[in-house]
């Protein structure tokens, strides 16, 4: 049962141009998204987060939009560079659960010079 | 930012041996700790959530006397995987959880077992 889905497991953007990460979940009692960012072997650290109440939160060149009816969210990133290039990650969460993260199952962009 | 640290980065051990991983948050107290597993190309899947001085929590389907999971302070967490098998090779990153749900992650520790 994936709760949290990330269907586009690649995405390939200019420099320069926007990325567009997408993603969808299944439980309306999510509260609290977060956004991260992965490179190889590494552990994934923080982007930007969205609390449920919000639609939009901006920081920098990272935008996080929520659609709370279709239960979908974006990363949208502008300009991308190419350290931009990683493995992108959404996750859930829902405040009773103790902050228990869900994740989804990541999108790697590749930002080309 | 805060930053979680593990050990050890890697580790190759026999098969039926045990290793144990430390998680420390380094520049916070967490009360709350994650453990997850990574296999190549996945997603992170959360193991159990270690609490400061209570049992973890463990999610359906992870063997609870496989992975012990100990967390005796505010800034430690340990995962022991006992009698390893090769297919419990995989990358394990931890995480401490700050405010909000907010979680920083360690840099992770590659298993791998023979």
């Known amino acids: 049962d994936q709760q949290v889905k990330q269907n586009s497991p690649s995405l390939s953007v200019q420099e320069g141009r926007i990325s567009i990460l997408n993603c969808d979940y299944t439980?309306?009692?999510?509260?609290?998204f977060l956004w991260y960012k992965k490179y190889p072997a590494e552990g994934p650290t923080f982007l930007i987060s969205?609390?449920?109440?919000?639609d939009k939160n901006e920081d920098g060149r990272f935008t996080v939009f929520l659609n709370k009816s279709a239960k979908h969210l974006s990363l949208h990133i502008v300009p991308s560079q190419p350290g931009d290039s990683a493995v992108y990650f959404c996750?859930?969460?829902?405040?009773?659960?103790?902050?228990?993260?869900?994740f989804g199952q990541g999108t790697e962009l590749s930002v080309k010079p | 930012g805060a930053v979680v640290s593990q050990h050890p980065s890697r580790v190759i051990c026999k098969s039926g041996t045990s290793v144990k991983i430390e998680c420390r948050s380094l520049?916070?107290?967490?009360?709350?700790m994650f453990w997850y597993r990574q296999f190549p190309k996945q997603s992170l899947m959360l193991m159990a959530t270690?609490?400061?001085?209570?049992?973890?929590?463990?999610e359906q389907g992870v063997e609870k006397d496989k992975f012990l999971i100990n967390h005796a302070s505010l800034t430690l967490s340990t995962l022991t995987v006992t009698s390893a098998h090769p297919e419990d090779s995989s990358f394990y990153i931890c995480?401490?959880?700050?405010?909000?749900?907010?979680?920083?992650f360690g840099p992770g520790t590659r298993l791998t077992v023979t």
């Open positions: 969205i609390s449920s109440i919000k």
């Open positions: 439980n309306s009692m999510f509260d609290y």
């Open positions: 520049d916070f107290q967490a009360t709350t």
């Open positions: 270690s609490n400061e001085g209570s049992k973890a929590t463990y």
């Open positions: 995480s401490a959880r700050g405010s909000l749900a907010h979680q920083y």
């Open positions: 996750a859930a969460s829902k405040d009773n659960q103790g902050g228990k993260l869900i």
